[in-house]
């Protein structure tokens, strides 16, 4: 299932409108933070990962953590899409009986690996099956999407030392950096400032890429499969609200749906 | 350390933990432990020489190990984390709800040093609310062994079945006194017949419980004891037999009287079969410094005080 940059792009594209469908039929939900990281799923999902959505507990698939476990709806939107279920479930998201709970429930769907949420645990939770993975000797990648704000926890760091400590290789991660959190933008909130040079003094391989660049996610990604001998992390600056002007780069979106109204206009302009 | 005239061997859950390890290490191929700056401590040390490349060290990173631990089970090992209880679950919490229950991954929290046994290092370090914090976790079984026999038992048990495990136990040696008795989880062991009173109890508590009943029987009072080592699936069946014979029930354990073992059975009783009812532990306060035995006998953890309560009890009725 591999789609070139023109197909992945489209997608990225389908994969935005489904989540303001989804978001304004559930009337609540995160909204900026999905819309930066389509071009990110749409690649994993449609290139990157190797993966069954008819078998998703195959044991050679990559594993895909998502940490900063806010943002499933744009991960549900390419499951969908990707065929785990039907596209028909995307609109019970944040509904009473539904699989699309709305923080990702393991138990709820194992295809999402772990469930997530509260920040800073996904990534220790992607440090250990990393580690299995080595222990067992399996070929296969772990990896972990995680935020900018989730850089503020401390367990964030526990976990870099570690993946650091045990040279883990077939762990990435991949840095949504865009520059938002709950309460104003990072920078004001709390500085992170030198993300690059931080990781790399903790011994890890970094990258710095522009995260709605479709040719920089895939090469970057590609790039570290390659990269032996330390974990990887791949700094991807999105723009938050991407797609949607009036959505763009304001951090008042993070944890906003849209009205109908709001809804309609950001839809004329997706599909523009 | 004396009961019915036997003198007892004294040595530590945490010896009977690490040798437990050891043992399960050798069985199963898929038993991992994770550690976190405290593995002789904790005694899974000797595990890590034996099996290193199934040795995790996170350094003193609890959150991490919870979370660390959580990803090992669910590609299915099953890790052991290791440390006190003050900082699992005390710092890491959270990381246990979620990452470790909600995902029922089968993780084993093992916790030593847990009580105020822990003596000259103070308050900080007596953990006294672990039961309480573990007891509220849904997918969570919480046990408290007794003795170095028995937690050995624990482990093996734990290991066998499916989920997260909490196992806490103190520092110091106790006596053993659980013998060759059968452990179940969930099944709590009726280790003394008796019908004017019943001491429940778990942990270290289950030898001075023993005690206060050998005393006890000389001043022509028959307590049974029963040794309630799983707190959570609590078993009622046997609780509320007991209350129906005695009708009076106290409870006894390293740990505050909110939320703990008191509290589990407490619960059961005044649902199931209401009797009058004492709980024993810690009453709301912190620890301090002093050796385990000043401190157990200044905050009334010992045989005396359930002789004292029983008594005081008798009196009023
Ligand atoms: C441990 C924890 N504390 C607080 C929260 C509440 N919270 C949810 S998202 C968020 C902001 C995180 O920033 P980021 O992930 O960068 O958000 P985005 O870029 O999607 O706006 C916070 C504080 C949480 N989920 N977990
Ligand atoms: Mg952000």
Same mark, same amino acid.
């Given at each position: ?272 | ?50 099996? /290193? ?35 699992? /679950? ?23 040093? @847990? ?16 039961? +309480? ?24 048990? +734990? ?44 942990? /270290? ?6 005690? @206060? ?62 009797? /009058? ?41």
């Amino acid at each position: 299932m591999k789609n070139n940059i023109k197909q992945l792009e489209k997608m990225a594209n389908t994969l935005r409108q489904d989540v303001i469908r989804m978001l304004v039929e559930a009337g609540s939900g995160h909204t900026a933070g999905p819309l930066g990281l389509a071009d990110i799923f749409a690649a994993l999902y449609f290139n990157v990962l190797k993966h069954n959505p008819k078998n998703p507990k195959w044991e050679q698939r990559d594993r895909l953590c998502l940490s900063c476990g806010h943002v499933v709806p744009i991960r549900y939107a390419a499951m969908a899409r990707a065929g785990y279920f039907p596209l028909s479930w995307l609109k019970t998201l944040r509904k009473l009986g539904s699989k699309l709970q709305g923080h990702p429930s393991y138990q709820d769907m194992p295809a999402l690996e772990h469930s997530s949420g509260p920040l800073g645990q996904g990534v220790s939770v992607a440090v250990g099956m990393a580690l299995a993975a080595k222990m067992k000797k399996q070929k296969h990648f772990v990896y972990c999407v995680t935020s900018d704000g989730e850089q503020d926890e401390g367990e964030t760091w526990e976990a870099i030392l570690c993946a650091a400590k045990y040279k883990l290789d077939n762990l990435i991660f991949i840095l949504d950096r865009n520059m938002i959190q709950i309460d104003g933008f990072t920078e004001k909130i709390m500085p992170l400032t030198h993300l690059h040079e931080k990781y790399q003094a903790f011994r890890w391989h970094v990258q710095k890429i522009d995260g709605n660049n479709m040719k920089q996610i895939l090469a970057a990604l590609n790039n570290a499969k390659r990269i032996k001998g330390k974990p990887k992390v791949i700094v991807a600056h999105t723009i938050p609200g991407k797609g949607v002007s009036f959505m763009e780069n304001k951090w008042e979106w993070h944890g906003k749906a849209p009205t109908v109204e709001e809804a309609n206009r950001a839809l004329i302009e997706l599909k523009n | 350390m004396i009961i019915n005239n036997k003198k007892l061997e004294m040595k530590s859950c945490r010896d009977g933990f690490g040798k437990a390890l050891l043992e399960l290490g050798k069985k199963d191929k898929k038993v991992v432990v994770v550690s976190a700056d405290l593995a002789e401590s904790t005694r899974c040390l000797d595990f890590s020489k034996e099996y /290193p490349s199934r040795f995790f060290e996170v350094g003193v990173a609890e959150q991490n190990m919870a979370g660390v631990g959580a990803g090992l089970a669910l590609e299915g090992l099953t890790p052991f984390i290791c440390s006190f209880a003050v900082f699992s /679950p005390g710092r890491n919490w959270e990381q246990i709800r979620v990452s470790i229950c909600y995902n029922k991954a089968n993780v084993k929290i093992v916790s030593s040093h @847990a009580g105020l046994n822990v003596g000259e290092d103070g308050a900080t370090h007596q953990a006294l609310e672990d039961i +309480a914090l573990m007891r509220v976790l849904p997918n969570m079984t919480v046990i408290a062994p007794c003795d170095f026999e028995e937690t050995q038992k624990a482990v093996m048990a +734990a290991a066998k079945i499916e989920g997260p495990v909490y196992i806490r136990f103190g520092r110091e040696k106790t006596p053993i006194i659980s013998g060759n008795s059968k452990f179940q989880i969930g099944k709590a062991n009726i280790l003394r017949q008796g019908k004017n009173v019943t001491i429940i109890a778990c942990g /270290p508590m289950v030898y001075e419980a023993l005690a @206060a009943a050998d005393e006890l029987a000389k001043q022509k009072i028959s307590a049974e004891v029963i040794n309630c080592h799983t707190i959570k699936p609590i078993d009622k069946a046997t609780i509320i037999k007991s209350a129906k014979k005695t009708k009076k029930v106290i409870t006894i354990e390293e740990h505050q009287v909110n939320g703990g073992l008191g509290s589990a059975v407490a619960e059961v009783l005044s649902q199931k079969c209401p009797v /009058p009812m004492k709980i024993i532990g810690m009453l709301d306060k912190f620890g301090e410094s002093g050796t385990a035995k000043q401190l157990l006998d200044k905050y009334e953890l010992n045989a005396s005080k359930i002789i004292k309560v029983i008594k005081m009890n008798a009196r009023n009725h």
